[in-house]
């Protein structure tokens, strides 16, 4: 069959089925280890301070269910694409392994949750990426679930918001990994045409064609603290122009000073930042 799926629309993805109401999953490990200030804390405590360490205040990584969770109003999630998964278009070794291993850690079927919700009231066409699928790695299906998402918002009048999350593009689809940079950047010029907002909500880590595609073109960006936003990373570009970087070179404050990103809002505000913003450009 080469790298077509039976319904031959797109080369390198295959779907099935629409429409599920997601929620966060639920957690075998009782204790976690803080990696910031090394205290060993219950899982619990971490759950119930918005995936924070009650320490430190350290920001532990959220999966793309928990962001959902935390952006959207309960029960008014529902899910969109939920069974596009990758073809093998490269007949990449030992990629077909890493992508069931990676559905077995995350429990999902690639790097990011789409669909419409509810955010304070407000309908919204949202998307949110998880590092725990192989790296938040951009592929096929990441690129088709946000223009997907991007065009669903544009049928029905919707602001989008995305959370992005990644390691940058998926080497094991080479071309047709980069190539998602510029459909997803397309798909947000015709949103713009539309004149229908986009809130980027770029998290830690956040590098690679993600950052230089989809999540820094947004009306309004917005970031927690401290994450690391980023093309290539600090030693690469250190290497490269042969410079010494500035401290905190590639953070959110950083970003934010220097006006590559426009708000830095805490976890447990990031909902109201969102929807004040939104209430605004609506």
Same mark, same amino acid.
């Given at each position: 069959m080469?790298?077509?799926?039976?319904? /031959?629309?797109? *080369? &390198?993805? $295959? #779907?099935?089925t629409?429409g599920?109401?997601i929620k966060?999953?639920?957690t075998? %490990?009782?204790?976690?280890?803080?990696?910031?200030?090394g205290?060993i804390?219950y899982?619990k405590?971490?759950?119930?301070?918005?995936k924070?360490?009650p320490?430190?205040?350290?920001?532990?990584?959220m999966?793309?269910k928990?962001?959902?969770?935390l952006?959207?109003?309960e029960?008014?999630?529902?899910?969109?694409?939920d069974?596009?998964?990758?073809?093998?278009?490269l007949?990449f070794?030992?990629?077909?392994?890493k /992508?069931?291993? *990676? &559905?077995? $850690? #995350?429990?999902?079927?690639?790097?990011?949750i789409s669909g419409i919700?509810?955010? %304070?009231?407000?309908?919204?066409?949202?998307?949110?990426?998880?590092?725990n699928y192989?790296?938040?790695s951009?592929?096929?299906v990441?690129?088709?679930k946000i223009?997907r998402?991007i065009?669903?918002?544009i049928?029905?009048?919707?602001?989008?918001?995305?959370?992005?999350t990644?390691?940058?593009?998926?080497?094991?689809?080479?071309?047709?990994?980069?190539?998602?940079m510029?459909k997803t950047?397309a798909?947000?010029? /015709?949103?713009?045409?539309?004149k229908?907002?986009?809130i980027?909500?770029?998290?830690?880590?956040?590098t690679g064609?993600?950052?230089?595609?989809f999540a820094m073109l947004g009306?309004?960006?917005?970031?927690?603290p401290?994450a690391?936003?980023g093309f290539?990373?600090?030693?690469?570009i250190?290497?490269?122009?042969?410079q010494k970087?500035?401290e905190?070179?590639?953070?959110?404050?950083?970003?934010?000073?220097?006006?590559?990103?426009?708000?830095?809002?805490?976890r447990?505000?990031?909902?109201?930042?969102?929807y004040?913003?939104?209430s605004?450009?609506?």
């Amino acid at each position: 069959m080469g790298i077509f799926s039976s319904k /031959k629309k797109y *080369a &390198t993805i $295959k #779907s099935e089925t629409d429409g599920k109401t997601i929620k966060p999953l639920s957690t075998t %490990n009782l204790w976690v280890k803080c990696d910031s200030c090394g205290e060993i804390l219950y899982r619990k405590d971490i759950d119930n301070n918005y995936k924070k360490c009650p320490k430190c205040d350290f920001y532990f990584n959220m999966s793309a269910k928990e962001r959902i969770a935390l952006l959207i109003d309960e029960d008014t999630f529902q899910e969109y694409d939920d069974n596009i998964v990758s073809e093998n278009p490269l007949d990449f070794p030992g990629y077909e392994e890493k /992508k069931e291993k *990676a &559905t077995k $850690k #995350s429990g999902i079927n690639d790097a990011i949750i789409s669909g419409i919700g509810k955010l %304070n009231g407000l309908e919204i066409s949202i998307a949110a990426m998880d590092f725990n699928y192989m790296g938040g790695s951009m592929g096929s299906v990441v690129g088709e679930k946000i223009t997907r998402a991007i065009e669903r918002a544009i049928e029905l009048k919707l602001p989008v918001v995305i959370v992005a999350t990644s390691g940058g593009a998926r080497m094991q689809e080479g071309i047709f990994s980069l190539m998602q940079m510029a459909k997803t950047s397309a798909a947000l010029e /015709k949103l713009r045409e539309n004149k229908l907002p986009f809130i980027s909500i770029p998290v830690n880590p956040t590098t690679g064609g993600v950052t230089a595609s989809f999540a820094m073109l947004g009306d309004v960006i917005i970031s927690e603290p401290k994450a690391l936003i980023g093309f290539a990373g600090p030693r690469v570009i250190e290497q490269t122009i042969k410079q010494k970087l500035p401290e905190g070179f590639q953070t959110s404050e950083f970003l934010l000073e220097h006006g590559m990103v426009d708000i830095i809002a805490k976890r447990e505000e990031l909902k109201d930042t969102v929807y004040k913003v939104l209430s605004i450009l609506v």
